[in-house]
């Protein structure tokens, strides 16, 4: 057997399918329960099936309250900020500073130094090319993950 269970209250090593414990004789949960059975590759005991009841239930004896009933079709949620996503890509004319504004930390540093090595390799063709690339995807990055994160 390649899975052991213990016994939540006293945690005595579980050799057999049972739904107490044999060593403390305190109720196994059923999540115990069904890890012993799949321990030992039997079904859990019909005893322990037929009692079971679905968790709404028992989470409703516990409580007494029962579960929200599901809400009625809502509208659209409104947009809370109309600026962030705008803000985000203005941010990224200074490459990273888009992404450092949505939390992206890793990202932001990152287009930052390929921004500030693709400027001092200006003079050069690859240079020309990078800049007007790296500027793009960061103020398009930025904003597309704004507004992501505003909905």
């Known amino acids: 057997m390649a899975i052991r269970v213990h016994c939540p209250s006293c945690h005595h090593y579980l050799e057999q399918m049972s739904e107490v414990c044999p060593h403390c004789d305190a109720a196994l949960p059923p999540a115990v329960i069904m890890s012993l059975a799949a321990a030992h590759g039997a079904p859990p005991?019909?005893?322990?099936?037929?009692?079971?009841?679905?968790?709404?239930?028992?989470?409703?004896?516990?409580?007494?309250?029962?579960?929200?009933?599901?809400?009625?079709?809502?509208?659209?949620?409104?947009?809370?900020?109309?600026?962030?996503?705008?803000?985000?890509?203005?941010?990224?004319?200074?490459?990273g500073l888009g992404q450092l504004y949505n939390g992206q930390v890793v990202k932001g540093f990152t287009l930052m130094i390929l921004g500030a090595a693709a400027i001092l390799s200006l003079p050069w063709l690859a240079g020309k090319i990078a800049v007007p690339l790296l500027w793009s995807f960061a103020i398009v990055d930025a904003f597309q993950v704004a507004r992501r994160m505003r909905h």
Do not use: H, K, V, Y
């Open 45 to 95: 005991p019909q005893t322990f099936l037929q009692n079971l009841r679905p968790a709404s239930d028992e989470l409703i004896s516990i409580t007494g309250i029962a579960d929200p009933p599901p809400p009625a079709a809502s509208p659209a949620p409104t947009q809370t900020s109309g600026l962030r996503p705008w803000l985000a890509a203005a941010l990224s004319l200074i490459c």
